[in-house]
Structures are given as C-alpha cells and as structure tokens.
C-alpha cells in the first residue's frame, strides 16, 4: 500500500477518533484487573490485544459505514468529499480493507479467550448494524453509543473470561456520552436530514429541544458514574476524574447554541477526546494509587 492511499484509508475510517473509546475499553480493563486483587500474569499481553481488537472492530466498523453511507454521503455537501464519493479510493478497496479489519479483529478475539472468540461475530455485528440505523429509527444516536459502550464490558471480558454486571455501568455511561454527543454533532444534518428522509433526533423533535436530549444523556452518563464508583468501591480520584468529565462537559454544551452550530466540531471532537483521556487518567491513578487495603 502506498503512502497516499495509507493517508487516505485512515482519513477514510477517522482514525485519530479511535481515542473516544479506547480510553474507555482500557479503563474496563484495569478495573477487571483490580477485581482480580492485581495478580494476573500476562496483563500487558491481555493489554496489547484488547488495544488490537478495538482498533480491528473500529476499523472495520468504520470502513462499513463508509461503505453503506457512500450514496447518501455524496448528496451531503459536508460529506461530498469523502474518499469513496469523491472517487479517491475505491469500494473493492473498501471491501478489502473491512475484511483484513474483521480478521485483526478476530484474531485478536481468539489471542484472548475462548468466551471472546463466541462473543466477537456479535460485537462486529452490532457496529455493522449502526450504519443502517438512520434509514428507520431516531434512536440511531444511541445505537452508535452502544457500539462504543461495549468496549469497556468487552475488556472487562477479554481480562476475567467472564463478565460482571457492575461493569455495565460503565457501558451505560459511553452509550449516553456518545449518544449525547452524536446528537450535537447531526444537529448540523437537520436540513439534509429533513430532506432526505433519514432519521435522527434532531429532525425529529427540532435542534433546540435535541440539545436538551444530548444534556439529558450527559447527566445521565455523569450518573451511571458514580454508581459505578460505588459498586465498584473506588475512591476519591475516580471522583475527581467524573467532576473533571462534568466540567468538560457543561463547556462543551456551551460551545454550541440553537442558532449557532459554528464550533460544533470543536465541541465534538476536541472536548470528547478530552473527556475520554481525562477520564482514563483520573481512573487509572484511582486503580493503581488507591488499592484496596492501603
């Protein structure tokens, strides 16, 4: 592959994005370990594949979409100019690239345990399924947070080999945070959404009311954290880390007004990846500086 169409392949499939979730999976993973009293051999192999198979599912999700969305995206002028509409890469090209991603990402599956291997045709499944959503339901926007969501029970899996319900809270709290921020971000589609007949919150109720629904889904994520402090018995950094998310939040909310969607990117895109980092951060101190029994 060459250097441009490496370039283009990872503009195509949005990679820098992959710091939403990852964060979050890696998150899960720490705190599987700290169920598991902090002795598990192998941790950082365990690591390393969870690192791979995020990226080989998000990949091939992404590509996918891309994939599906190529008609609709080439009537879209904020999306006209996208690889496969703008004829920069090709959809044989695309094809292959989702097959090599889906085997990574299987590979991956089976590198970590045999519960893994079951559960990976469902995982690709479910992000494959978030590409049609918009062809027939609102709730699309909560659909992707899903995909994103199981990330973090998905590595909580790929570290015990068995998945423990506590950990849903944290699935939960992604599907609403991404499900909140998909909303700000589709605002921006509400005329060619309206036009096309696809659906989304904002088509469906109006921008100034999904702004609502997107705070809503924020306070509800903010919620699920601190209930999975408390069945998770953490302690005041991971605190800290879901005040610092807060505040992050209510200034992303703030970037982005009815009759002004002007720094809906700065909101989505700058103030997420902030939010998923810091996130990781604070928790992982919480983990690793406040052991239980110390």
């Known amino acids: 592959m060459s250097f441009r169409r490496l370039r283009l392949t990872l503009e195509m499939i949005k990679f820098e994005h992959s710091v939403f979730a990852l964060p979050f999976a890696l998150t899960g993973a720490l705190l599987a370990y700290r169920d598991a009293g902090y002795q598990l051999p192998g941790m950082w192999r365990i690591i390393g594949w969870i690192v791979v198979a995020m990226v080989g599912a998000r990949s091939a999700a992404m590509a996918f979409n891309r994939l599906v969305d190529q008609h609709i995206d080439a009537l879209n002028p904020r999306t006209k100019m996208r690889q496969l509409p703008a004829g920069l890469l090709s959809r044989s090209f695309a094809w292959g690239f989702v097959a090599a991603a889906s085997l990574v990402f299987f590979a991956a599956a089976w590198a970590l345990n045999p519960l893994c291997l079951k559960l ?11 590409s049609f959503t918009k062809r027939f339901t609102a ?25 423990d319900p506590r950990i849903l809270w944290l699935t939960l709290a992604v599907t609403c945070w991404t499900g909140g921020f998909d909303v700000i971000y589709s605002c921006q589609d509400y005329q060619f959404d309206s036009s096309q007949g696809l659906f989304s919150i904002p088509r469906a109720i109006g921008i100034a009311s999904a702004l609502r629904v997107a705070q809503a889904l924020h306070l509800s994520m903010v919620g699920c954290l601190l209930a999975l402090v408390w069945s998770l ?17 209510i200034y992303e909310h703030s970037l982005v007004k009815p009759d ?6 700065a909101a989505f895109f700058t103030m997420n990846g902030w939010v998923s980092v810091l996130f990781l951060i604070f928790w992982a101190a919480d983990i690793f500086l406040l052991k239980p029994g110390i």
């Not at 002004?260 to 990117?265: E, G, P, T």
């Open 120 to 130: 990976a045709p469902a995982a690709l499944g479910i992000v494959f399924l978030y």
């Open 139 to 163: 709730f699309s926007h909560l659909v992707l947070g899903f995909c994103l969501g199981i990330a973090p029970a998905a590595a909580w899996i790929a570290v015990r080999g068995s998945l």
């Open 233 to 249: 018995h953490l302690g005041v950094l991971a605190l800290a880390g879901v005040a610092a998310v807060v505040v992050l939040l």
């Open 260 to 265: 002004d969607l002007s720094r809906v990117n």
